[in-house]
T-cell receptor
Framework: GAGVSQSPSNKVTEKGKDVELRCDPISGHTALYWYRQSLGQGLEFLIYFQGNSAPDKSGLPSDRFSAERTGGSVSTLTIQRTQQEDSAVYLC?????????????????FGPGTRLTVL | AQTVTQSQPEMSVQEAETVTLSCTYDTSESDYYLFWYKQPPSRQMILVIRQEAYKQQNATENRFSVNFQKAAKSFSLKISDSQLGDAAMYFCAYRSSQGGSEKLVFGKGTKLTVNP
């Protein structure tokens, strides 16, 4: 596909269950981001992958959240023991970032998100 | 840490009129990027316009333009000749130009309604 895809589109789960959210970035994009959008809020950064570098996990809200990126492509965001406050839209974005440089900008392209509802 | 503030939770405009959405930000950096994103009900985030902080000239993309006031840390979006398709959530966002800090920092958004 031409754009970033995410699955599932919607996910309803019970409190305490684990969930996995998937992101397929644009082919060739080396950078991948996860953001969370809670109701009435802006997007909140969660985690950033760039090539083979160690991911920037500074936005993960708790140790129940983890993410991996296999083969430099597909990424999975896992939330363990879900809580009601985890209910949100989880958005993934990718960009063709190269070696970070000043004044070099590469647009982040967003997927349609996964709406997670924890009952 | 950088912060982005959008003080208008909701705005409305008549079709064909002009509307301005406000955004202020806080940073200690001198070089950075600012963005406006549009999010329709489909949830797809769409980049509307980008401004590099080192550029004095305000960015323009067709009916969309910005008023970038670096000293005041203000970055407003003007939509001219508003169309029904402009109705959406609009988010202001900041990104450092420092290497290794590519994450976007978003405001809470402004919901724009366009009345026919």
């Amino acid at each position: 596909g031409a754009g970033v895809s995410q699955s599932p589109s919607n996910k309803v789960t019970e409190k305490g269950k684990d969930v996995e959210l998937r992101c397929d970035p644009i082919s060739g994009h080396t950078a991948l981001y996860w953001y969370r959008q809670s109701l009435g809020q802006g997007l909140e950064f969660l985690i950033y992958f760039q090539g083979n570098s160690a991911p920037d996990k500074s936005g993960l809200p708790s140790d129940r959240f983890s993410a991996e990126r296999t083969g430099g492509s597909v990424s999975t965001l896992t939330i363990q023991r879900t809580q009601q406050e985890d209910s949100a839209v989880y958005l993934c974005a990718s960009s063709a970032e190269g070696v970070p440089q000043f004044f070099i900008y590469n647009e982040q392209f967003f997927g349609p998100g996964t709406r997670l509802t924890v009952l | 840490a950088q912060t982005v503030t959008q003080s208008q939770p909701e705005m409305s405009v008549q079709e064909a009129e002009t509307v301005t959405l406000s955004c202020t930000y806080d940073t200690s950096e001198s070089d950075y990027y600012l963005f406006w994103y549009k999010q329709p009900p489909s949830r797809q985030m769409i980049l509307v316009i980008r401004q590099e902080a080192y550029k004095q000239q305000n960015a323009t993309e067709n009916r969309f333009s910005v008023n970038f006031q670096k000293a005041a840390k203000s970055f407003s979006l003007k939509i001219s000749d508003s169309q029904l398709g402009d109705a959406a959530m609009y988010f202001c966002a900041y990104r450092s130009s420092q290497g290794g800090s590519e994450k976007l920092v978003f405001g809470k958004g402004t919901k724009l309604t366009v009345n026919p």
